[in-house]
């Protein structure tokens, strides 16, 4: 009777009541409060739920007891081999990295509060995960791209205009861009509310190309009525915000408008700004407080085109008397 289907049904469920569980463990909430507390998004927390639920399966009953698992009886032999069977189901190397690197703190957290005696996966080495390099336009590709061709009076030209200029001027994530509302565009001070990872906001000017694009779109919303600012700046049918996935397809689709011949994806438009900045001497501190990145270090990966200018100048530095 079964059939295919029924065999991943019922593993969807045994993941589901494995989720449940993880909920409900005493020590997991106990770390999710302190994540919680240390400005963790919700996303990160999640991943970390997952991660040790995946973990509570594949360890089978051996972590199973009481109100929640028995996570001290996970010692290092145990964890290399819950890391063989990830690689034995075919994990890529980045997700093992990740899994592991949320598992060793939260078993940090319970050796720091007494409740384990070592950290099973402090010895544990994850996967090589190969550098790959984010792609970046050239200011001519950019240029292009943004000024993909269109009717001014058209409602769709106007709003994937200036989310382009926005994306490429600003340098904002995929996901700050969607998360938007005109609540957040100050257009008296030319600046953005930007609200970022870890309940981190900052403000990113609007200028130029971008703030003139910005305001024709607003004006012409505010022309179709039911404007507020709580409306997601970007917005499809129903008023509803752009989700990431759309706003792909529309930085692909324009990018094709605007005759560039490779794919293009809303993290190069990111990249090119960062680059870009560098190339015309920009600070890199600066750099990274419009990125919003917490590490310096964060902010030179997306900036690999540019270092070679930045080493440049830096020899002639030195070489000056």
């Known amino acids: 009777m079964g059939g295919e289907g029924s065999g991943q049904r019922r593993s969807d469920r045994e993941r589901r009541g494995k989720d449940e569980r993880i909920l409900r463990d005493p020590l997991f909430s106990d770390y999710r409060r302190d994540l919680e507390q240390g400005g963790r998004s919700p996303r990160t927390i999640e991943a970390v739920g997952k991660d040790l639920s995946l973990l509570a399966g594949l360890a089978g009953e051996t972590l199973v007891g009481g109100e929640g698992f028995l996570w001290e009886r996970l010692d290092r032999p145990r964890a290399l081999r819950f890391v063989k069977r990830l690689h034995e189901r075919g994990y890529a190397p980045s997700s093992i990295a990740r899994i592991i690197s949320n598992l060793r703190g939260f078993f940090r957290y319970l050796k720091k509060k007494g409740h384990v005696e070592e950290d099973p996966f402090r010895l544990v080495s994850g996967p090589r995960v190969p550098r790959v390099l984010p792609s970046v336009l050239s200011e001519g590709e950019a240029s ?31 996901s700050e861009l969607c998360g938007l509302v005109w609540g957040d565009f100050e257009e008296g001070s030319g600046a953005l ?93 600066e750099i990274q407080a419009l990125l919003g990145h917490a590490s310096l270090g964060t902010t030179q990966r997306y900036l690999h085109t540019g270092l070679d200018e930045l080493a440049k100048k830096l020899a002639k530095v030195r070489k000056d008397p």
């Open 193 to 285: 509310l930007v609200h970022g990872k870890g309940g981190r906001d900052r403000r990113v000017p609007v200028v130029g190309e971008a703030m003139a694009a910005l305001a024709a779109y607003r004006t012409s919303r505010e022309k179709e009525g039911a404007f507020n600012s709580a409306m997601p700046i970007f917005a499809g049918k129903g008023d509803r915000g752009l989700s990431v996935w759309q706003v792909g397809r529309i930085v692909g689709r324009r990018s094709r408008e605007g005759g560039l011949e490779r794919k293009v994806t809303p993290h190069a438009l990111r990249h090119s700004c960062a680059t870009h900045l560098l190339n015309r001497e920009a600070d890199l501190r």
């Open 144 to 174: 292009a791209l943004v000024g993909f061709p269109g009717a001014s009076g058209d409602p769709d030209y106007l709003r994937d205009k200036a989310l382009l200029e926005l994306f490429y001027e600003s340098g904002v994530r995929l």
